[in-house]
Nanobody, 117 residues
Framework: QVQLMESGGGSVQAGGALRLSCVASDAVSSVYCMSWFRQAPGKERDRVASIDRFARATYADAVKGRFIISRDNLKRLDLLMNSLVSEDTAMYYC????????????WGQGTQVTVSS
């Protein structure tokens, strides 16, 4: 069973930046597709960014040019969020899957990001 734990959430003013981190319970990050999802109150959980085992990254249109996903090949996944806007306010989840083409089967507990305007 893979366990994922996020950290780094918090409150920030619009235009600011935050870095989220996710640590896996074992060295799966070199094998799995790792992703960040987010869910705002009353909305669906949406994929923010993914990175595969070859370090190829994809981003949702809403965050392109502002967020950067990165990983090492051991246990850690990061999301650097720049130029934050109020619409980025959500619970952010780290997720792992065997492929970036399928819905993740492993999830962290989530970390809250709140952007005030």
């Amino acid at each position: 069973q893979v366990q994922l734990m996020e950290s780094g959430g918090g409150s920030v003013q619009a235009g600011g930046a935050l870095r989220l981190s996710c640590v896996a319970s074992d060295a799966v990050s070199s094998v799995y597709c790792m992703s960040w999802f987010r869910q705002a109150p009353g909305k669906e959980r949406d994929r923010v960014a993914s990175i595969d085992r070859f370090a190829r990254a994809t981003y949702a249109d809403a965050v392109k040019g502002r967020f950067i996903i990165s990983r090492d090949n051991l246990k850690r996944l990061d999301l650097l969020m720049n130029s934050l806007v109020s619409e980025d306010t959500a619970m952010y989840y780290c997720a792992a899957a065997a492929s970036c083409d399928i819905y993740p089967q492993y999830w962290g507990q989530g970390t809250q990001v709140t952007v005030s305007s």
